[in-house]
């Protein structure tokens, strides 16, 4: 396995309320505990090649990059293989499954 490798970087991603904003521009991205992914711009490239390093595990892999669809920002990386879903991060704020 690769790791998880999607947890969202600190600045990154800002949590206000239950909302995560964008860090930079403050765009909206939806509940926190609904996966903030789904709001962001996702964009699919080969692994192979990606950023110059040599990668040799074929065009299967994928490096999926999350963007702020407000200013372009990258919030995220993971890789994926095609056809699987994204990686569903959530943050855990402490009161998830607490309240009535
Ligand atoms: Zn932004």
Redesign the pocket.
């Known amino acids: 396995m690769s790791g998880r490798g999607g947890d969202p970087a600190a600045g990154m991603l800002e949590l206000r309320g239950a909302n995560l904003h ?1 860090g ?2 403050g ?1 909206d991205l939806g509940p926190a505990a609904s996966g903030w992914k789904k709001r962001a711009l996702m964009r699919e490239r080969p692994m192979e090649g990606a950023g110059g390093a040599p990668y040799r595990s074929g065009s299967h892999v994928l490096l999926r990059t999350f963007v ?1 669809p ?2 372009g ?1 990258q919030l995220a990386a993971e890789t994926a293989m095609k056809d699987a879903p994204p990686l569903d991060d959530r943050l855990h704020t402490g009161r998830a499954g607490g309240d009535p």
Do not use: D
């Open positions: 964008c930079r521009c765009h702020c407000g200013c920002r």
